[in-house]
């Protein structure tokens, strides 16, 4: 059994990443921004999926000292931390000429710096214990580029760099820290786009449908599993082959 914090877990991705990891036999810290209620619903799914313990952590992710002090709390509730999954995060799209400086503040706060306060701290847990799997949840945009999306892509572009460099830091301490990127997942968003975009985007997919959080889930499991061990500072993209390699 792996103790892990799963953040912006109580919808979407991250909440397929923590029912995987609970079926795996995994403890669990399902973390949220707002939504109490839907983490704990996920923390009730966790443990009817064999997860030892699930517990459910509140915090405002675009404050420093809040971020670091998620993994502390979480390190604390589980009884340690083998797993650290940077899932959370937030949009604010407009074309850069409309975009304001709290547009792009708040989307580099929550979805870059607060995954190097996060995984700082991490890292000082890991290192005791000389193994640790951190797995940082970007997206093909960060290295396709998208349109009216700047704030955003320039994060999940950041954070493909900070993972590849914090690989080669630890790798020796028995710690791993890899990527994943999902492309287009069906979700809220996706279901409530305009058939004709849907359309469109779906040309783009050589597998012509939308991907499932479950299938970027089980994804992050293996990064975070004892046979991933010899994978390090890898991004791997979940997107139906859209990305050329």
């Known amino acids: 059994m792996r103790k892990a914090l799963v953040t912006g877990s109580s919808r979407g991705i991250g909440r397929a990443i923590a029912l995987e990891l609970a079926r795996r036999g995994h403890a669990v810290a399902i973390h949220y921004g707002k939504n109490k209620e839907a983490a704990l619903a996920v923390a009730a799914e966790a443990k009817e999926l064999g997860a030892p313990q699930a517990v459910v952590l509140g915090a ?38 409309r975009m304001k400086d709290e547009d792009w503040n708040a989307v580099i706060e929550t979805n870059l710096s607060a995954i190097f306060h996060t995984t700082r701290e991490a890292v000082k847990i890991m290192m005791r214990a000389k193994w640790g799997r951190i797995v940082n949840i970007t997206s093909v945009v960060g290295i396709l580029g998208n349109p009216g999306q700047a704030n955003y892509v320039a994060a999940k572009a950041g954070l493909i760099g900070f993972t590849k460099a914090i690989a080669k830091e630890y790798a020796s301490r028995g710690i791993t820290v890899n ?37 970027v889930a089980v994804a992050v499991a ?8 010899y994978i390090n500072g890898q991004t791997l993209c979940v997107d139906g082959g859209m990305t050329p390699h």
């Open 222 to 229: 293996f990064l975070a599993s004892e046979d991933a061990a």
């Open 179 to 215: 990527a994943v990127a999902p492309g287009f997942i069906q979700s809220d968003m996706t279901a409530n786009l305009p058939e004709n975009v849907q359309q469109e985007y779906l040309k783009q997919i050589p597998v012509g449908r939308f991907g499932k959080p479950e299938e």
């Open 60 to 97: 405002d992710l675009s404050e420093a000292h809040t971020a670091g002090k998620l993994v502390t709390e979480a390190n604390a509730a589980l009884g340690g931390l083998d797993i650290l999954v940077n899932n959370a995060g937030i949009t604010r799209d407009t074309l850069l000429i």
